[in-house]
Protein backbone atom coordinates (compact mmCIF):
# COMPACT_ATOMS: atom_id res chain seq x y z
CA UNK A 1 0.00 0.00 0.00
CA UNK A 2 2.26 3.30 -1.13
CA UNK A 3 -1.08 5.48 -0.59
CA UNK A 4 0.34 9.00 -2.38
CA UNK A 5 2.84 7.67 -5.48
CA UNK A 6 4.79 11.16 -7.05
CA UNK A 7 6.68 10.72 -10.41
CA UNK A 8 9.80 11.83 -11.09
CA UNK A 9 11.43 12.40 -8.03
CA UNK A 10 13.91 14.47 -9.25
CA UNK A 11 14.08 16.62 -12.39
CA UNK A 12 16.18 18.95 -14.26
CA UNK A 13 14.62 21.40 -16.70
CA UNK A 14 16.11 24.44 -19.16
CA UNK A 15 13.74 27.48 -19.16
CA UNK A 16 11.28 27.00 -21.69
CA UNK A 17 10.83 23.11 -21.57
CA UNK A 18 7.95 21.55 -20.27
CA UNK A 19 7.06 18.59 -18.24
CA UNK A 20 4.14 16.95 -16.25
CA UNK A 21 4.62 15.28 -12.89
CA UNK A 22 2.55 12.69 -11.91
CA UNK A 23 0.24 11.78 -8.69
CA UNK A 24 -1.17 8.66 -8.10
CA UNK A 25 -3.01 7.54 -5.16
CA UNK A 26 -4.34 3.91 -3.90
CA UNK A 27 -6.49 5.20 -0.86
CA UNK A 28 -9.61 5.90 -2.71
CA UNK A 29 -9.77 8.89 -1.41
CA UNK A 30 -11.85 11.87 -3.33
CA UNK A 31 -9.49 15.31 -2.94
CA UNK A 32 -6.41 15.55 -4.38
CA UNK A 33 -4.04 19.01 -3.53
CA UNK A 34 -0.28 20.16 -6.03
CA UNK A 35 1.61 22.33 -3.17
CA UNK A 36 4.75 23.84 -3.76
CA UNK A 37 7.39 24.11 -0.61
CA UNK A 38 10.06 26.60 -1.23
CA UNK A 39 12.50 27.47 1.91
CA UNK A 40 10.92 30.19 4.24
CA UNK A 41 7.78 29.82 2.70
CA UNK A 42 5.88 26.97 4.03
CA UNK A 43 4.13 25.18 1.39
CA UNK A 44 1.81 27.04 -1.12
CA UNK A 45 -1.46 25.46 -2.69
CA UNK A 46 -1.16 25.64 -6.72
CA UNK A 47 -3.88 23.83 -7.56
CA UNK A 48 -6.58 21.26 -6.19
CA UNK A 49 -9.62 18.66 -7.10
CA UNK A 50 -12.29 18.12 -4.62
CA UNK A 51 -13.41 14.89 -6.82
CA UNK A 52 -13.20 13.37 -10.31
CA UNK A 53 -13.74 15.73 -12.78
CA UNK A 54 -13.18 19.12 -10.94
CA UNK A 55 -10.43 21.11 -10.25
CA UNK A 56 -9.65 24.67 -8.70
CA UNK A 57 -7.25 27.19 -8.39
CA UNK A 58 -5.13 27.47 -5.21
CA UNK A 59 -2.98 30.59 -3.94
CA UNK A 60 -0.22 30.44 -6.90
CA UNK A 61 -1.88 28.42 -9.48
CA UNK A 62 0.25 30.96 -12.67
CA UNK A 63 2.40 28.64 -14.73
CA UNK A 64 0.82 25.39 -14.17
CA UNK A 65 -2.23 23.41 -15.38
CA UNK A 66 -3.62 20.26 -14.37
CA UNK A 67 -5.75 17.21 -14.99
CA UNK A 68 -7.53 15.44 -13.41
CA UNK A 69 -7.30 12.12 -15.21
CA UNK A 70 -9.42 9.82 -12.92
CA UNK A 71 -10.20 8.85 -9.45
CA UNK A 72 -6.54 8.18 -9.11
CA UNK A 73 -4.35 10.30 -10.65
CA UNK A 74 -3.69 14.05 -11.01
CA UNK A 75 -1.53 15.75 -12.55
CA UNK A 76 1.00 18.74 -12.79
CA UNK A 77 2.15 20.65 -15.57
CA UNK A 78 4.32 23.16 -16.45
CA UNK A 79 3.68 24.14 -20.24
CA UNK A 80 6.91 26.72 -19.85
CA UNK A 81 9.11 26.08 -17.32
CA UNK A 82 10.78 29.26 -15.48
CA UNK A 83 13.62 29.40 -13.03
CA UNK A 84 11.36 30.79 -10.18
CA UNK A 85 9.00 27.29 -10.84
CA UNK A 86 12.48 25.69 -9.00
CA UNK A 87 10.34 24.00 -5.99
CA UNK A 88 9.62 20.57 -4.28
CA UNK A 89 6.30 19.73 -5.13
CA UNK A 90 4.22 17.77 -3.04
CA UNK A 91 1.03 16.28 -4.23
CA UNK A 92 -1.47 15.32 -1.05
CA UNK A 93 -4.79 13.61 -1.06
CA UNK A 94 -7.47 13.57 1.57
CA UNK A 95 -10.84 12.13 2.02
CA UNK A 96 -12.76 15.12 3.63
CA UNK A 97 -11.73 17.73 1.61
CA UNK A 98 -10.02 20.80 3.61
CA UNK A 99 -11.50 19.37 7.10
CA UNK A 100 -9.32 16.74 7.74
CA UNK A 101 -6.12 15.33 7.54
CA UNK A 102 -4.29 15.25 4.61
CA UNK A 103 -1.82 12.52 3.45
CA UNK A 104 1.21 13.43 1.55
CA UNK A 105 3.83 11.97 -1.43
CA UNK A 106 7.54 11.95 -0.68
CA UNK A 107 7.89 14.94 -3.49
CA UNK A 108 9.41 15.94 -6.40
CA UNK A 109 12.69 18.04 -6.52
CA UNK A 110 12.36 20.37 -9.72
CA UNK A 111 15.43 22.59 -10.92
CA UNK A 112 14.60 24.77 -13.68
CA UNK A 113 18.15 26.36 -15.33
CA UNK B 1 0.95 36.06 4.02
CA UNK B 2 0.64 33.13 5.58
CA UNK B 3 -2.12 32.21 7.81
CA UNK B 4 -0.51 30.15 10.01
CA UNK B 5 2.93 31.81 11.96
CA UNK B 6 5.39 29.20 13.66
CA UNK B 7 7.31 30.20 16.58
CA UNK B 8 10.61 29.53 16.79
CA UNK B 9 11.62 29.33 13.33
CA UNK B 10 14.19 26.98 14.99
CA UNK B 11 14.46 25.35 18.66
CA UNK B 12 17.38 23.12 19.28
CA UNK B 13 17.30 21.31 23.05
CA UNK B 14 18.77 18.01 24.71
CA UNK B 15 16.77 14.96 24.50
CA UNK B 16 14.70 14.02 27.07
CA UNK B 17 13.63 17.29 26.92
CA UNK B 18 10.38 18.59 26.23
CA UNK B 19 10.08 20.85 22.88
CA UNK B 20 6.97 23.47 22.61
CA UNK B 21 6.34 25.56 19.70
CA UNK B 22 3.71 27.74 18.08
CA UNK B 23 1.44 28.70 16.03
CA UNK B 24 -0.32 31.82 15.57
CA UNK B 25 -3.14 32.32 12.97
CA UNK B 26 -5.31 35.06 11.46
CA UNK B 27 -8.81 34.26 10.66
CA UNK B 28 -11.54 32.17 12.07
CA UNK B 29 -10.40 27.98 11.32
CA UNK B 30 -12.80 25.22 11.73
CA UNK B 31 -9.76 23.15 12.62
CA UNK B 32 -5.87 23.44 13.21
CA UNK B 33 -3.66 20.93 12.39
CA UNK B 34 -0.01 19.70 12.93
CA UNK B 35 2.16 18.06 10.62
CA UNK B 36 6.13 16.37 10.95
CA UNK B 37 8.31 16.52 7.64
CA UNK B 38 11.68 14.69 8.46
CA UNK B 39 14.65 16.13 6.17
CA UNK B 40 13.86 14.79 2.25
CA UNK B 41 10.48 13.56 3.16
CA UNK B 42 6.97 14.37 2.25
CA UNK B 43 4.70 15.73 5.42
CA UNK B 44 2.83 12.87 7.82
CA UNK B 45 -0.19 14.49 9.87
CA UNK B 46 0.36 14.32 13.65
CA UNK B 47 -3.12 15.42 15.17
CA UNK B 48 -6.44 17.81 14.63
CA UNK B 49 -7.55 19.72 16.90
CA UNK B 50 -11.48 21.46 16.02
CA UNK B 51 -12.09 24.86 17.16
CA UNK B 52 -14.71 23.94 19.67
CA UNK B 53 -11.59 21.88 21.37
CA UNK B 54 -8.80 23.46 23.55
CA UNK B 55 -6.86 20.66 24.22
CA UNK B 56 -5.81 17.62 22.88
CA UNK B 57 -3.37 14.73 22.97
CA UNK B 58 -2.12 11.79 21.20
CA UNK B 59 1.18 9.81 22.66
CA UNK B 60 3.83 12.17 23.53
CA UNK B 61 1.81 15.13 22.47
CA UNK B 62 -0.06 17.67 23.55
CA UNK B 63 -1.70 20.26 21.29
CA UNK B 64 -3.58 23.39 22.92
CA UNK B 65 -5.87 25.77 21.02
CA UNK B 66 -7.08 28.98 22.29
CA UNK B 67 -9.40 30.87 19.71
CA UNK B 68 -9.72 34.21 21.06
CA UNK B 69 -5.71 34.70 20.96
CA UNK B 70 -6.03 32.58 17.59
CA UNK B 71 -2.93 30.28 18.67
CA UNK B 72 -2.13 27.18 19.24
CA UNK B 73 0.94 25.50 20.54
CA UNK B 74 2.85 21.72 19.83
CA UNK B 75 3.94 20.22 23.13
CA UNK B 76 6.48 17.22 22.35
CA UNK B 77 7.20 15.51 26.10
CA UNK B 78 10.50 13.46 27.08
CA UNK B 79 11.57 14.25 23.21
CA UNK B 80 14.17 11.70 21.29
CA UNK B 81 16.56 11.64 18.75
CA UNK B 82 14.04 10.82 16.17
CA UNK B 83 11.60 13.71 17.20
CA UNK B 84 14.26 15.95 15.04
CA UNK B 85 12.11 17.34 12.10
CA UNK B 86 10.50 20.64 10.92
CA UNK B 87 6.94 20.86 12.31
CA UNK B 88 4.15 22.64 10.83
CA UNK B 89 0.26 23.69 11.59
CA UNK B 90 -2.30 24.31 8.91
CA UNK B 91 -5.23 25.67 9.31
CA UNK B 92 -8.97 25.56 7.67
CA UNK B 93 -10.10 28.96 7.35
CA UNK B 94 -13.61 29.05 7.47
CA UNK B 95 -14.98 29.64 3.96
CA UNK B 96 -11.72 29.58 2.47
CA UNK B 97 -11.83 26.30 0.70
CA UNK B 98 -8.09 25.35 1.95
CA UNK B 99 -5.48 24.26 3.75
CA UNK B 100 -2.89 27.08 4.62
CA UNK B 101 0.20 26.29 6.24
CA UNK B 102 3.00 27.82 7.97
CA UNK B 103 6.82 28.30 7.57
CA UNK B 104 7.26 25.39 10.01
CA UNK B 105 9.17 25.18 13.26
CA UNK B 106 12.65 23.62 12.37
CA UNK B 107 13.55 21.14 15.63
CA UNK B 108 16.78 19.67 16.53
CA UNK B 109 17.33 17.13 19.59
CA UNK B 110 20.57 16.78 20.67
CA UNK B 111 21.83 13.39 22.17
Known amino acids: NAGVTQTPKFQVLKTGQSMTLQCAQD?????MYWYRQDPGMGLRLIYY???????DKGEVPNGYNVSRLNKREFSLRLESAAPSQTSVYFC????????????FGEGSRLTVL | SQQGEEDPQALSIQEGENATMNCSYK?????LQWYRQNSGRGLVHLIL?????REKHSGRLRVTLDTSKKSSSLLITASRAADTASYFC???????????FGQGTRLTINP
Open chain 1, 27 to 31: MNHNS
Open chain 1, 49 to 55: SASEGTT
Open chain 2, 49 to 53: IRSNE
Open chain 2, 27 to 31: TSINN
Open chain 1, 92 to 103: AIGALGFTGELF
Open chain 2, 90 to 100: ATDARGAQKLV
